[in-house]
């Protein structure tokens, strides 16, 4: 009888991490109040945690470490709202449409999403249907069960009677003070018409301070962002605004933040047969002092009556991550490393 006890005592002992590590592996969904957001679905795998809320939206309005800090900036005075007539940054993550257009682009997304769970456990959130565009955005989140990588798939929805033509765009709005990174691509050097293209907005100054051309990557400290101090557009620009685009077809994006040690990178696919939006932009980098963006876009494409065009984007979580280094050969060995542990989006 004491033997029994004895060889079940030790079953127990030896069974209850492989119970614990399989509890960790799966992925839990609950819906939660996010500071006033009542409707707000909490999705966690025991690495990373990813809050997507209903109440507006679609918006992934934070992604964190677990025990950490939301990576994406959030405006204090714009969380927990809803219901405003006009467009509200908020922060987190948002879905857009491009070429801009203000009244397309800036379609205010202040009402509440439909909320559906697909079988293979998939959060499907639903807009509603936008008028001007003839577009409705729907957007799936799927948490993977053990890696720190979040798939967001950006489905446009031709909800008008006639064909158009986007390109999905992929807007995470960033936590301040870190650096944001993106490829330069480099082709065939014997080849004539071989070109790789920089793209600067009309108020994007090249001599600026926070930006870094480098052979193979361009860096946008934010850190080196100027104080907000005048209007420097008719409307609307000012001084410590910048946004730039490369064309890189190596379907990443990435972002520092130094005082976190986090590192999140953006995986996407690249079209080589389509037409990108902005001269070719397939990534672009918008700062000013508040936040900064690091933006993906796919192809642009057209979408006839009752379809639907979809660009899935990975997000990676990676913490504990070493300084990046000044030079270009220790940032891209680090990002290269960790690069290593991701997937391309298909």
Not at 17 to 36: C, D, E, F, M, R
Not at 37 to 57: F, M, P, R
Not at 68 to 76: A, D, E, M, P, S
Not at 315 to 329: A, N, Q
Request: charged content about 25%; proline content about 6%.
């Amino acid at each position: 009888m004491r033997m029994k006890l004895i060889v079940s005592m030790l079953l127990t002992v030896f069974m209850l991490p492989l119970a614990l590590l399989q509890a960790s592996a799966q992925v839990k969904v609950t819906k939660i109040n996010y500071h006033g957001w009542q409707n707000t679905y909490k999705l966690t795998n025991g690495a990373i945690e990813v809050y997507v809320t209903s109440d507006v939206g679609p918006r992934i309005i934070d992604i964190r470490p677990v025990g950490g800090n939301n990576i994406f900036y959030v405006r204090k005075d714009e969380v927990g709202r809803s219901g405003e007539k006009e467009f509200k940054l908020r922060g987190g993550w948002r879905l857009w449409l491009a070429p801009e257009v203000f009244e397309i682009t800036w379609f205010p997304d202040n009402v509440a999403c439909k909320v559906e769970r697909l079988k293979d456990g998939t959060m499907r959130f639903i807009g509603p249907s936008e008028q001007k565009s003839g577009i409705q955005k729907v957007v799936d989140v799927l948490l993977d069960s053990k890696q720190p990588c979040v798939r967001v798939t950006a489905r446009l929805r031709n909800v008008s009677k006639k064909p158009v033509t986007y390109s999905a765009w992929s807007m995470p709005v960033m936590r301040p003070g870190g650096k944001a990174i993106a490829p330069l691509d480099v082709g065939n050097l014997d080849a004539f018409a071989e070109v790789r293209r920089i793209i600067l907005w009309s108020y994007a100054n090249p001599t600026d301070q926070r930006f870094t051309f480098f052979n193979k990557l361009v860096i946008v400290d934010h850190a080196k962002v100027p104080k907000r101090e005048k209007l420097i557009g008719r409307v609307r620009r000012h001084n410590d605004e910048a946004k730039i685009g490369v064309d890189t077809k190596q379907g990443w994006v990435a972002y520092y933040h130094p005082a976190e040690r986090t590192l999140f990178i953006k995986r996407f696919p690249y079209n080589p047969k389509g037409t990108y939006p902005d001269g070719g932009c397939t990534v672009e980098i918008y700062s000013c002092y508040e936040f900064i963006e690091v933006e993906c876009l796919s192809e642009l494409a057209t979408i006839h009556p009752g379809g639907e065009f979809a660009f899935p984007v990975d997000m990676w979580v990676f913490t504990k991550v070493p300084d990046l280094g000044k030079t270009e050969s220790e940032i891209a060995t680090t990002i290269r490393a960790y690069l290593n542990r991701t997937r391309r989006a298909k």
